[in-house]
């Protein structure tokens, strides 16, 4: 079984100011968490209310993944809609153990696709009922709403 560990950014960024965006890991390959969050002005914090979509860049950076068009996107504005007073804001994570060999196109695949079974974003549609890749375990650094997944 693959063992990998992402470590995610401890803080999250509005996803309409990516190209603003300072958060760690945004121009390297990983992965992205995208949520509805509701914004506190007088705290200057975010609340976090629905994990929406997670995705992977492996052969462009993280921005330039989140950039582009996604199939989610519709789903993404109906649910921040649904939740009041809320917006998309997003975290990045890149793989920092591993004990494969190499970092491959599949062992993103799996780790994306892994992630997606065991945590169900509202807005996947991809790996949400079955988990067909290889045997996986994902474990998160930092971030609260993604559970730690085991998959064969």
């Known amino acids: 079984m693959a ?7 401890t803080k999250a960024s509005r996803l309409s100011n990516i190209d603003n965006s300072k958060l760690d890991y945004l ?11 509701v914004y506190n002005k007088d705290k200057n914090s975010i609340t976090p209310k629905k994990l929406l979509y997670i995705g992977q860049a492996f052969e462009q950076t993280i921005r ?3 950039k582009q068009p996604h199939d989610a996107d519709a789903c993404m504005k ?4 649904n939740e009041p007073n809320s917006g998309l804001w997003f ?4 793989i920092t153990k591993n004990d494969q060999e190499k970092v ?3 062992l993103f695949n799996d780790v994306e696709c892994c992630m997606i079974y065991v945590n169900k974003p509202k807005c996947n549609t991809l ?3 079955t988990y067909e890749g290889g045997a996986i375990e994902v474990t998160h650094g930092s971030a609260r709403m993604i559970k730690n ?3 064969e």
């Open 91 to 94: 975290k990045t994570g890149v």
């Open 149 to 151: 997944s085991s998959c």
């Open 27 to 37: 121009d390297e390959k990983g992965f992205y968490a995208i949520y509805a969050c």
């Open 104 to 106: 491959t196109q599949q």
């Open 78 to 81: 109906k649910e921040k809609q």
């Open 3 to 9: 063992k990998v560990r992402i470590t995610w950014t």
């Open 64 to 66: 330039e993944r989140l």
């Open 127 to 129: 790996c949400m009922e």
